[in-house]
């Protein structure tokens, strides 16, 4: 009688018992927000993704939206990290800052220009590192190709790790810089 409950206890963790935490959980899946106005890219016939590069400026900035599920329902607060095959390195000279003030007449001067030096061969991504997905869950990351990069195709790099599964997720696509 004494090892009753013991006995009770291991026959019932034994059983296979359909609790709700026990069901199999769905992997997370990520798609691309293709819908009008809030994807800056094109898809041409044959599914590839175009940015058009804005010849007048160094870097074309677009932002991209996505959506992360499990079992059609969103994931918030997914962390998400992005990277991409293309980068471009930084010459000796980030910018300058005009020092102004204002004169006896109170009117703006510029009295000084201070370089931003000391960046040599500094590597620039060209997406964003990292972001979270939202409630509903919306996740986005910027990107900015350099016009250097016009006639490339980047491959943006996209992945994620849950925590529920211990699973991680990495995938990628391809965008034609125009």
Not at 31 to 59: A, C, K
Not at 79 to 97: E, P
Request: proline share 3%; aromatic share 16%.
């Amino acid at each position: 009688m004494k090892y009753l409950p013991t006995i009770i206890l291991f026959c019932f963790f034994s059983m296979n018992c359909n609790l709700p935490f026990e069901e199999e959980l769905k992997t997370i899946e990520f798609v691309l927000d293709h819908d009008e106005g809030n994807f800056p890219l094109t898809i041409d016939s044959n599914g590839y993704y175009h940015m058009t590069m804005d010849m007048g400026r160094w870097q074309t900035t677009k932002t991209l939206y996505g959506y992360v599920y499990r079992d059609g329902e969103s994931v918030n607060a997914l962390r998400f990290g992005w990277g991409s095959s293309h980068f471009w390195l930084l010459g000796d000279t980030l910018g300058y800052v005009v020092q102004i003030g204002l004169n006896d007449e109170f009117q703006y001067v510029a009295y000084d220009t201070t370089f931003i030096t000391g960046f040599v061969d500094q590597v620039v991504p060209c997406v964003n590192g990292s972001s979270y997905s939202r409630m509903d869950g919306m996740v986005n990351t910027v990107i900015a190709p350099v016009r250097t990069m016009r006639g490339d195709t980047m491959t943006i790099f996209y992945g994620w790790y849950d925590d529920w599964k211990d699973e991680e997720i990495i995938g990628s696509f391809d965008i034609v810089l125009d």
